[in-house]
């Protein structure tokens, strides 16, 4: 897709950490794409964010679409620099999107949890969008070893899955962390980012071409010990975008 997708990268609190609320979302006709953000509470959903790109050519359709639906009111803004519109609907909880034209492509990030989702904190969610960059897929060099490692990354962060192979069975257990990127070495311990059974740290370094994983997890699931081992990650499977600005 170019271009790049924009992808969440900085959340409101209610909807953090993004490795543990964040999902792919459905777009009309399949065009373009959709990211949801969704924090679960006692009732079911309480705190949600919608990103959305692509899904209309043109800013006026969506605008239109949005009349249909019931948004009535329509203020003038700015969005990452850009000229867009503040989308108001009232009777029920209220809902409210930002919408703005970036390089061609229509972005919508809108929330009908007021409560939990201000204004402000959609605008902070717009502010930290940020262009997929590359991703990186690949394993141990033991060919008896199943487990294995994947990786994107954007200019500001690294988001990581790794397949730790258990002890007695094929089943594999995944852990998914997304973290802020300075430069192109980074390090987390996996126990502060994920809940469940792992425990280890990630160290990574980006090469040009090569993404460099050392993972050391391990936990025990069902009863089995898991592990990864060493992990190397390598041959990026897509380079979308070198431009990652914000404004126009």
Known sequence: MK?????PTAVPRSVA????????????????????LVHYGGNGPDAIVVVTGGEFRRLRALLRDRRI???RSRKATRVRGHR???LTRRGGPTTRELVWVERGVVYAIGSGTPKRISLANLRAT???LDRLDRAWIGGPDDP??????????????VTVEFEAQCAFT????????????????FVFDIAEHRDG?????????IAGDVLTLDIRASGTIGGEACDTGALRAHAPLASPDDDHSGGS
Do not use: H, M
């Open 170 to 185: 094929a089943r594999v257990g995944q852990a998914r962390v997304t973290l802020i990127r300075r430069g192109n070495v």
């Open 144 to 157: 008896d070893n199943s487990s294995g490692g994947f990786a994107v990354t954007t200019a500001r962060t």
């Open 197 to 205: 059974p792992w425990t280890g740290t990630v160290t990574g370094t």
């Open 69 to 71: 639906l019931g948004f």
């Open 17 to 36: 950490p993004i490795e543990r609320t964040i999902s792919a979302g459905t777009t009309r006709g399949a065009r373009g794409y959709s990211i949801r």
């Open 126 to 128: 717009a502010r930290g």
């Open 3 to 7: 271009p790049a997708p924009l992808v």
């Open 84 to 86: 867009g519109y503040v």
